[in-house]
């Protein structure tokens, strides 16, 4: 199925847009962007010039993605989240080369208005709860939360809480080990 792009969306036509891609009203991105296949791009979307972002990855509305962004397959990323590139940043003295990258690993969720300080990686299948200020790395499957945002527990790929069971953790949901 060909990609679904509003009328009012600004996309540039040195961006790779997947297949069963639907990018909403006011969206934006630019050259040289890559967009994987059945993703989600909502109202008002910013993505910036070379960022990656893979398939079935859901961006909600007012989202922005600057330069040095990498988002893995089969991620969320709530409304009002903006990812930083910048750790210092002067407008009189910015260059590309000031760009610190940050990767969002397969699976993870990151909540409503949180802000993404570069140079981390969000781990697979992590979750990041809503308002949350992200200032170091997310360890596959953790729970982190606050500002700064802290692990406050491990959640499985299917969102439920992990529980202890000797030295592994497990689902209650789903029964699989992690």
């Known amino acids: 199925m060909v990609s679904q792009i509003h009328e009012t969306a600004d996309v540039s036509p040195k961006a790779k847009i997947g297949k069963n891609t639907k990018i909403w009203h006011q969206a ?24 990656k972002i893979g398939s079935n990855v859901k961006l909600q509305n007012n989202v922005c993605v600057y330069h040095g962004v990498t988002i893995e397959d089969d991620v969320f990323v709530g409304p009002g989240v903006c990812f ?9 003295i910015w260059n590309p080369g000031r760009v610190i990258k940050t ?9 409503a208005n949180s802000t993404i ?5 969000i781990g697979k299948n992590a979750m990041i709860g809503a308002g949350s200020v992200i200032t170091k ?23 439920a809480k ?13 029964k699989l080990e992690v």
């Open 117 to 121: 300080i570069c140079g981390h990686t």
């Open 103 to 111: 990767l969002v690993k397969k699976g993870a969720s990151i909540g």
């Open 137 to 159: 790395d997310v360890p596959a499957h953790a729970l982190a939360y606050g500002n700064p945002a802290s692990v406050r527990g491990y959640v499985c790929a299917c969102g």
């Open 84 to 92: 930083t590139n910048d750790l210092y940043p002067r407008a009189k």
């Open 28 to 51: 934006q991105i630019r050259e040289g962007a890559e967009v994987g296949e059945n993703c989600i791009i909502g109202k008002n979307v910013y993505i910036d010039f070379d960022v």
């Open 162 to 174: 992990l529980k202890k069971k000797g030295k592994a953790l497990f689902c209650p949901g789903c």
